[in-house]
């Protein structure tokens, strides 16, 4: 017999499509259907994806349903994602997840998609200890968050122009590389001499971030030196790739490294879509033993965006009976 509550949630803040099942805090399953139109369009087109979560969110929810081995009517709660993410796509998960809660006769909880990047933490083992620090990084935001419990975060500093992994896409689209340049630009910088080229490192006070700085410094490096070399970019394409990685993790490592000191947590946690890169989790983990913190990283199927982690976050907050309303509406800038 499966440990209640079953949970089904639902997530769709931008263009992947997904649905999870949690059983008393265990993963039963986890399905996500991803995008592919955006590409041949350099970036997420918000009205395709709203039209394309239509098309993948039954499917999906029948898939997690399957996988889990229960029906609908075993639920104990219905969770969505109310924001923040594009209006668009959080409306139709929004107007799925409350149809059929209504449906049903059961609960609705309403999740914060930046909590859930956190709580993706408690998925797997180990797991941190409340409190801890969590820089959260991803391709619209970068936040460094004292983690007091499940349901209380404190947001210390957050980026005041491009996100993280808005900086990588944009770096990368400007070297000729594929959307989405992120993942593109990490694996020819494996390849690459991150010291071969300097950029500027974001020098922000308190504990904020700025990268439109790097994004600017990149595009003029690259006319400079276009003009004298047309194949420039072809002949040091590795080494261009490291160096904007090092920037970038150097500036998330900077602040990161002043809160802990600042807040004295040695548990240290990593998560959003970003925390996949291999760079920015080498350097962690090498700071980590320069530190003497503990780190935590989760597993690459729950940094990106998926309903998993809004199952873990649903299940803390029907312990506290959190609940959501019907009259619940998406929230696309929804704050921590």
């Not at 896409?169 to 590389?177: F, H, I, N, S, V």
Request: charged share 15%; proline share 6%.
């Amino acid at each position: 017999m499966l440990a209640r509550p079953i949970i089904l949630a639902i997530e769709s803040s931008c263009d992947d499509t997904g649905a999870a099942v949690l059983a008393g805090g265990q993963l039963l399953s986890n399905v996500v259907a991803t995008q592919k139109v955006h590409e041949q369009y350099g970036g997420v087109v918000p009205e395709l994806a709203s039209r394309a979560h239509q098309q993948h969110m039954l499917p999906v929810v029948t898939a997690a349903l399957q996988e889990a081995g229960i029906t609908k009517e075993d639920l104990d709660a219905v969770a969505v994602t109310q924001g923040p993410g594009l209006l668009g796509s959080l409306l139709v998960g929004g107007m799925f997840a409350k149809t059929l809660a209504l449906a049903l006769g059961k609960p609705l909880l309403a999740v914060n998609h930046m909590r859930a990047h956190i709580l993706a933490h408690f998925l797997r083992d180990p797991k941190p200890t409340f409190p801890f620090l969590c820089l959260t990084v991803s391709g619209g935001h970068t936040q460094l968050v004292v983690v007091k419990s499940a349901l209380e975060m404190e947001v210390m500093g957050q980026t005041i122009d491009d996100a993280a992994g808005e900086a990588f896409d944009k770096t990368a689209k400007l070297l000729g590389l594929p959307y989405p340049g992120g993942p593109h630009l990490d694996k020819l910088a494996r390849q690459g001499d991150p010291q071969r080229f300097a950029f500027p490192v974001g020098a922000m006070p308190g504990y904020d971030f700025s990268f439109s700085g790097l994004k600017t410094s990149v595009l003029y490096f690259l006319k400079k030196e276009t003009a004298a070399n047309p194949d420039f970019v072809a002949e040091n394409l590795p080494d261009l790739c490291a160096s904007i990685q090092h920037t970038i993790v150097a500036t998330l490592l900077r602040q990161l490294r002043r809160a802990a000191a600042d807040t004295g947590l040695t548990q240290v946690a990593l998560a959003g879509g970003v925390a996949a890169n291999s760079g920015l989790r080498t350097a962690l983990e090498a700071e980590a033993v320069a530190q003497g913190w503990e780190v935590f990283i989760p597993d690459f199927a729950f940094c990106t965006d998926n309903a998993a982690m809004v199952a873990m976050t649903a299940h803390f907050q029907f312990e506290a009976g959190d609940f959501a309303t019907q009259l619940t509406s998406p929230d696309p800038r929804l704050k921590l």
